[in-house]
T-cell receptor, first 111, second 113 residues
Framework: SQQGEEDPQALSIQEGENATMNCSYK?????LQWYRQNSGRGLVHLIL?????REKHSGRLRVTLDTSKKSSSLLITASRAADTASYFC???????????FGEGTQLTVNP | KAGVTQTPRYLIKTRGQQVTLSCSPI?????VSWYQQTPGQGLQFLFE???????NKGNFPGRFSGRQFSNSRSEMNVSTLELGDSALYLC????????????FGSGTQLSVL
């Protein structure tokens, strides 16, 4: 079963707009990570936020974490066509035994 | 540094056959994890190896097995293939701990006919 659930499942926006994706999870975590996957390829790590952090930035990416609501959001600002990909959240549970991935959000950025 | 290398990139097998997939982690990484990705089930954790030992295992039948060698390279094997085993198999490595940032290979696309 999936620990994380992303919302929305699919998102289509115009270049230059911001894209926001949400992730909810069920159990206590050590950290939450976001990954990007281009069609049929491996995943690329974007950002890691620890359970004691509330917000983190990396370039055009902004991630927030609310452990009381067991949710996270990924904001991509000033999106580009090259941002078109699937985005996954992944959680390391406090048991620390594995990274569990959500089902992903398919982002399409139209030029 | 070279990235995570998975071979082969594509594989076509028939039901009942077995298959072995290979993964070479980033140099210095000791943890190797395997994931199965399908459109319906998303990314499912198969197992993780560290220093030649299986440290954690997902909920897959015994037909799925793996191993890790002393140079951290890993293989996974699927015996008695079923149609439902068709998937993208992804290998990921990290320095020491599975909860760290993972570096993924490009995957092996397995089709079972």
């Amino acid at each position: 079963s999936q620990q994380g659930e992303e919302d929305p499942q699919a998102l289509s926006i115009q270049e230059g707009e911001n894209a926001t994706m949400n992730c909810s999870y069920k159990t206590s975590i050590n950290n939450l990570q976001w990954y990007r996957q281009n069609s049929g390829r491996g995943l690329v790590h974007l950002i890691l936020i620890r359970s004691n952090e509330r917000e983190k930035h990396s370039g055009r990416l902004r991630v927030t974490l609310d452990t009381s609501k067991k949710s996270s959001s990924l904001l991509i600002t000033a999106s580009r066509a090259a941002d078109t990909a699937s985005y996954f959240c992944a959680t390391e549970e406090t048991s620390g035994s594995r990274l569990t991935f959500g089902e992903g959000t398919q982002l399409t950025v139209n030029p | 540094k070279a990235g995570v290398t998975q071979t082969p990139r594509y594989l076509i097998k028939t039901r009942g056959q077995q298959v072995t997939l290979s993964c070479s982690p980033i140099s210095g990484h000791r943890s190797v994890s395997w994931y199965q990705q399908t459109p319906g089930q998303g990314l499912q954790f198969l197992f993780e190896y560290f220093s030649e030992t299986q440290r954690n295992k997902g909920n897959f039948p015994g037909r799925f097995s793996g191993r890790q060698f002393s140079n951290s390279r890993s293989e996974m094997n699927v015996s008695t293939l079923e149609l439902g085993d068709s998937a993208l198999y992804l290998c990921a490595s990290s320095l020491d701990w599975v909860g760290e940032k993972l570096f993924f290979g490009s995957g092996t696309q397995l089709s079972v006919l």
